[in-house]
């Protein structure tokens, strides 16, 4: 661009250094340089057309944000599972071999008179656990089965070897700590809420991004439109210069008047170029809202942005407009959830500082078996052996021959300004920060709102304005150029009328597109384009 702006200062410079040598036969000097510049410009390029429902399409399949942005809900999926676990059965079990060999120091050693002294033990052990944390009343209850074989040459021993069976059962309920909500219960719930957070986040992602596109697609008509006002106002000026050329040649008009109008045609070539760049720049920034990658078929294309703005006349209803962004703005949605997080925090602060009362229960059954050994006297030698074995065990539980139960009050309580009540009445500051931030949004969702139909309104009446002075802007080009006919008019004049056009008709373009945006906008504002679009996000966890 800017080696076209050095050439078109030398064609000016040379035509005002000497009129007669710009009417030299043979070299058109400034059509070698609009035919350079038409051939940099034009690129063959595959031509795509495009309305703008299909651009939005095409920008929630491969628009990278969106992309981005879609993990986000997955990821807390993952975390509301994490948070889950805490709630799950836990089962363990464990199994163990031992044995022992220890000096008697005592005939109560029980190693017996003929032994080396030493009382030897061999233990074999088998266990398997359930615990799991309850997540609707804050209980937790634990299960064990516990199994065992004893051999020993210690006298004493009844049963030798001995087989012993033992199944616990506890549980423990909270009665005013941790009952109605817990630090896990609490980190589900915030989970959860999270989720539908990362919900409204897609939500306003998607609604920017369709907004954000159809800024781009009107922006992409728009540069086209003004490519067009400044390729007629091109031709009306070079029309100018042959014109002027032939008065020239009959001799009722100065050399000089060529000149000055191929001046004026270097200009709005310029103005073209320049208008040419924007389109370019208009279609880079749509591609990159509706392609996936430098790969995508569109990106090497040329896009036809086939659609026209429409004008809608109707009234606008802004007292339902206000109500329908209270109910769908994203933005209070957000606030709303995380008021929602802060009530969770609050009531976990506030259970944490009452008193830990807990009621304990267990319940156990025993059993036992092996080979049982009765002597005459303690420590003698067995005069009875009657067999017996694991199974034994296992009939005394099924029997409920040994239990065992017993239930506990468990009370505890912080003395003094405890750090959960501090934590407790910051909470309590945050609900009601949040609260009124949440009236704050309010406000504002009603101002933008109002405001965003006011603009409407007031471009309505832009347009209204620019229609006509377009058309006046053309009937006093028309009325100039059928005094310059007769005489009465000069060159100045005309292209003051040709200017007036070309802004009179950009001016009514950005009016309109201008229309558009504010269009845009009133419906962002609401977040209504995505129920436009036929777009629901569906909540997980």
Same mark, same amino acid.
């Given at each position: 661009?800017?080696?076209?702006?050095?050439?078109?200062?030398?064609?000016?410079?040379?035509?005002?250094?000497?009129?007669?040598?710009?009417?030299?036969?043979?070299?058109?000097?400034?059509?070698?340089?609009?035919?350079?510049?038409?051939?940099?410009?034009?690129?063959?390029?595959?031509?795509?057309?495009?309305?703008?429902?299909?651009?939005? *399409?095409?920008?929630?399949?491969?628009?990278?944000?969106?992309?981005?942005?879609?993990?986000?809900?997955?990821?807390?999926?993952?975390?509301?599972?994490?948070?889950?676990?805490?709630?799950?059965?836990?089962?363990?079990?464990?199994?163990?071999?031992?044995?022992?060999?220890?000096?008697?120091?005592?005939?109560?050693?029980?190693?017996?008179?003929?032994?080396?002294?030493?009382?030897?033990?061999?233990?074999?052990?088998?266990?398997?656990?359930?615990?799991?944390?309850?997540?609707?009343?804050?209980?937790?209850?634990?299960?064990?089965?516990?199994?065992?074989?004893?051999?020993?040459?210690?006298?004493?021993?009844?049963?030798?070897?001995?087989?012993?069976?033992?199944?616990?059962?506890?549980?423990?309920?909270?009665?005013?700590?941790?009952?109605?909500?817990?630090?896990?219960?609490?980190?589900?719930?915030?989970?959860?809420?999270?989720?539908?957070?990362?919900?409204?986040?897609?939500?306003?992602?998607?609604?920017?991004?369709?907004?954000?596109?159809?800024?781009?697609?009107?922006?992409?008509?728009?540069?086209?439109?003004?490519?067009?006002?400044?390729?007629?106002?091109?031709?009306?000026?070079?029309?100018?210069?042959?014109?002027?050329?032939?008065?020239?040649?009959?001799?009722?008009?100065?050399?000089?008047?060529?000149?000055?109008?191929?001046?004026?045609?270097?200009?709005?070539?310029?103005?073209?170029? *320049?208008?040419?760049?924007?389109?370019?720049?208009?279609?880079?920034?749509?591609?990159?809202?509706?392609?996936?990658?430098?790969?995508?078929?569109?990106?090497?294309?040329?896009?036809?942005?086939?659609?026209?703005?429409?004008?809608?006349?109707?009234?606008?209803?802004?007292?339902?407009?206000?109500?329908?962004?209270?109910?769908?703005?994203?933005?209070?949605?957000?606030?709303?959830?995380?008021?929602?997080?802060?009530?969770?925090?609050?009531?976990?602060?506030?259970?944490?500082?009452?008193?830990?009362?807990?009621?304990?229960?267990?319940?156990?059954?025993?059993?036992?078996?092996?080979?049982?050994?009765?002597?005459?006297?303690?420590?003698?030698?067995?005069?009875?052996?009657?067999?017996?074995?694991?199974?034994?065990?296992?009939?005394?539980?099924?029997?409920?021959?040994?239990?065992?139960?017993?239930?506990?009050?468990?009370?505890?309580?912080?003395?003094?300004?405890?750090?959960?009540?501090?934590?407790?009445?910051?909470?309590?500051?945050?609900?009601?920060?949040?609260?009124?931030?949440?009236?704050?949004?309010?406000?504002?969702?009603?101002?933008?709102?109002?405001?965003?139909?006011?603009?409407?309104?007031?471009?309505?009446?832009?347009?209204?304005?620019?229609?006509?002075?377009?058309?006046?802007?053309? *009937?006093?080009?028309?009325?100039?150029?059928?005094?310059?006919?007769?005489?009465?008019?000069?060159?100045?004049?005309?292209?003051?009328?040709?200017?007036?056009?070309?802004?009179?008709?950009?001016?009514?373009?950005?009016?309109?597109?201008?229309?558009?945006?504010?269009?845009?906008?009133?419906?962002?504002?609401?977040?209504?384009?995505?129920?436009?679009?036929?777009?629901?996000?569906?909540?997980?966890?």
């Amino acid at each position: 661009m800017n080696k076209w702006r050095f050439l078109l200062v030398c064609l000016l410079l040379a035509g005002t250094a000497d009129g007669t040598a710009a009417q030299q036969p043979g070299i058109d000097v400034a059509r070698l340089i609009e035919d350079s510049a038409g051939g940099l410009l034009t690129q063959t390029r595959r031509v795509f057309e495009l309305t703008v429902n299909e651009a939005i *399409e095409r920008a929630l399949d491969r628009n990278l944000d969106i992309a981005v942005e879609r993990v986000n809900p997955q990821l807390q999926d993952l975390t509301i599972a994490e948070s889950r676990s805490a709630f799950l059965p836990n089962v363990s079990s464990n199994f163990d071999l031992g044995r022992s060999m220890s000096p008697s120091r005592s005939q109560l050693d029980g190693a017996g008179r003929l032994s080396r002294q030493t009382v030897e033990t061999e233990t074999e052990n088998a266990g398997f656990g359930l615990e799991q944390a309850l997540g609707w009343n804050g209980g937790r209850y634990t299960l064990d089965w516990t199994n065992g074989r004893t051999a020993t040459n210690n006298v004493f021993f009844s049963f030798n070897p001995s087989f012993s069976s033992n199944v616990a059962l506890s549980y423990t309920q909270p009665l005013l700590r941790g009952r109605s909500i817990d630090p896990q219960r609490r980190q589900l719930l915030v989970s959860q809420l999270n989720r539908d957070i990362s919900d409204v986040d897609l939500r306003e992602t998607i609604a920017n991004t369709l907004a954000d596109v159809r800024r781009a697609y009107w922006d992409l008509v728009y540069a086209r439109a003004s490519v067009d006002v400044q390729q007629q106002s091109l031709e009306l000026a070079e029309q100018l210069v042959r014109d002027n050329r032939i008065r020239v040649e009959i001799g009722t008009l100065a050399p000089i008047e060529v000149v000055q109008a191929r001046s004026e045609a270097a200009a709005r070539r310029q103005s073209l170029a *320049e208008a040419e760049q924007q389109l370019r720049t208009a279609e880079l920034a749509l591609k990159q809202l509706i392609v996936a990658g430098t790969d995508d078929e569109l990106w090497n294309a040329e896009i036809d942005a086939t659609d026209q703005p429409l004008l809608d006349q109707s009234p606008i209803d802004v007292e339902a407009a206000v109500r329908t962004a209270l109910d769908a703005r994203t933005d209070i949605e957000r606030t709303r959830r995380q008021q929602d997080i802060n009530t969770v925090t609050l009531r976990n602060l506030a259970n944490a500082t009452l008193p830990a009362l807990d009621v304990v229960g267990s319940f156990r059954l025993q059993g036992q078996g092996g080979t049982q050994l009765i002597s005459s006297a303690l420590g003698g030698p067995a005069l009875v052996t009657i067999p017996g074995g694991y199974g034994d065990a296992l009939g005394h539980l099924l029997q409920l021959e040994y239990p065992v139960w017993n239930v506990q009050l468990q009370l505890s309580y912080p003395l003094g300004h405890s750090a959960q009540k501090a934590a407790h009445a910051r909470a309590r500051l945050q609900v009601q920060q949040t609260r009124a931030q949440i009236d704050q949004i309010e406000l504002q969702i009603a101002a933008e709102v109002t405001n965003a139909a006011l603009q409407i309104q007031s471009i309505r009446e832009r347009i209204e304005a620019a229609r006509v002075a377009r058309e006046l802007a053309e *009937e006093q080009l028309a009325a100039e150029e059928s005094k310059f006919e007769v005489g009465t008019s000069t060159n100045f004049f005309i292209v003051q009328a040709q200017r007036d056009l070309a802004t009179a008709r950009d001016t009514e373009l950005r009016a309109i597109l201008d229309y558009q945006n504010a269009v845009i906008e009133f419906e962002r504002v609401q977040q209504t384009s995505l129920g436009r679009a036929g777009i629901s996000i569906v909540g997980g966890g």
